[in-house]
């Protein structure tokens, strides 16, 4: 049984959240419903809970300044609003999902079968919040990426990416480990995600950080080739934008 607490400035958004969870996901328990950041606050000291439906969007504070609590409180989760595009792009790389109002009931209970895996890795949870908090503190840049492996997630460091290949319906990251982990999530989700002064998509099926590359040429077409060895082909139609980012990253460095 996951606790639960629905945050929402909104009495409809807070009483229709409140009935598909009680007609559609039998494990939640809601155990109080907030119409404020601080109303929210006050039930996370009064109670246990592992899971919250934040709004963001509210008069006064605003749901991501509750982040910090939760941390504390060791509480995933769940935001109930879409928010500006680099909010968005912290909350996914995170692994915090959201839902989009109105909210549908499929995706409501994909998102709570998610957070029951989740609450059981509360290390990786911990750290999720802490990067979420500090991106959204700092917005320079996505510094760390949280990525599901099999009964849980692995945090990762962009730094160590050296490129994600796309395998059917899945997303292989090559590390600079020589790890390679598959994730169930195609490969444009990480290019929405991914710091595009970073990383380019150079193909259909590959996206590359450009700090590992160590070449590219046009001996058999336009070619990268990786630090560690590997040869990547650029397709024609990506080769303007490939250019594009890596003069602009090579100038950058340069600078640096």
Same mark, same amino acid.
């Given at each position: 049984?996951?606790?639960?607490?629905?945050? @929402?400035?909104?009495?409809?958004?807070?009483?229709?959240?409140?009935? &598909?969870?009680?007609?559609?996901?039998?494990?939640?328990?809601? $155990?109080?419903?907030?119409?404020?950041?601080?109303?929210?606050?006050? &039930?996370? /000291?009064?109670?246990?809970? @592992?899971?919250?439906?934040?709004?963001?969007?509210?008069?006064?504070? /605003?749901?991501?300044?509750?982040?910090?609590?939760?941390?504390?409180?060791? $509480?995933?989760?769940?935001?109930?609003?879409?928010? @500006?595009?680099?909010?968005?792009?912290?909350?996914?790389?995170?692994?915090? @999902?959201?839902?989009?109002?109105?909210?549908?009931?499929?995706?409501?209970?994909?998102a709570v079968e998610k957070a029951a895996k989740?609450? =059981?890795?509360?290390?990786?949870?911990?750290?999720?919040l802490k990067n979420l908090a500090n991106d959204l503190t700092n917005k320079s840049s996505? =510094?760390?990426?949280?990525?599901?492996?099999?009964?849980?997630?692995? &945090?990762?460091?962009?730094?160590?990416?050296?490129?994600?290949?796309?395998?059917?319906?899945?997303?292989?990251?090559?590390?600079?480990?020589?790890?390679?982990?598959?994730?169930? =999530?195609?490969?444009?989700?990480?290019?929405?995600?991914?710091?595009?002064?970073?990383?380019?998509?150079?193909?259909?099926?590959?996206?590359?950080?450009? $700090?590992?590359?160590?070449?590219?040429?046009?001996?058999?077409? &336009?070619?990268?080739?990786?630090?560690?060895?590997?040869?990547?082909?650029?397709?024609?139609?990506?080769?303007?934008?490939?250019?594009?980012?890596?003069?602009?990253?090579?100038?950058?460095?340069?600078?640096?």
């Amino acid at each position: 049984m996951l606790n639960a607490i629905i945050v @929402d400035d909104e009495e409809f958004a807070r009483s229709s959240l409140y009935f &598909l969870l009680q007609e559609n996901c039998e494990e939640v328990h809601v $155990a109080g419903i907030a119409k404020s950041v601080n109303e929210a606050r006050a &039930l996370l /000291n009064q109670h246990p809970i @592992d899971l919250i439906f934040l709004d963001i969007a509210m008069p006064g504070e /605003n749901g991501f300044e509750l982040i910090p609590q939760a941390e504390i409180a060791n $509480a995933t989760v769940i935001f109930t609003t879409a928010y @500006d595009q680099y909010a968005l792009k912290a909350i996914k790389a995170n692994a915090l @999902d959201y839902l989009l109002k109105p909210i549908d009931i499929d995706e409501l209970t994909a998102a709570v079968e998610k957070a029951a895996k989740y609450v =059981k890795n509360e290390h990786n949870r911990n750290e999720s919040l802490k990067n979420l908090a500090n991106d959204l503190t700092n917005k320079s840049s996505i =510094k760390k990426i949280t990525i599901p492996n099999g009964q849980g997630y692995r &945090l990762v460091d962009i730094d160590d990416i050296i490129h994600i290949e796309a395998d059917s319906n899945y997303s292989v990251f090559n590390l600079v480990t020589s790890e390679k982990i598959a994730v169930s =999530k195609v490969l444009k989700d990480y290019e929405e995600i991914l710091p595009e002064n970073r990383f380019v998509r150079i193909h259909k099926s590959t996206i590359v950080n450009l $700090a590992y590359i160590k070449e590219y040429n046009s001996k058999n077409g &336009l070619q990268v080739i990786l630090k560690n060895g590997e040869s990547i082909t650029v397709s024609r139609r990506r080769a303007s934008d490939f250019f594009e980012k890596i003069k602009a990253f090579t100038n950058l460095q340069n600078e640096g």
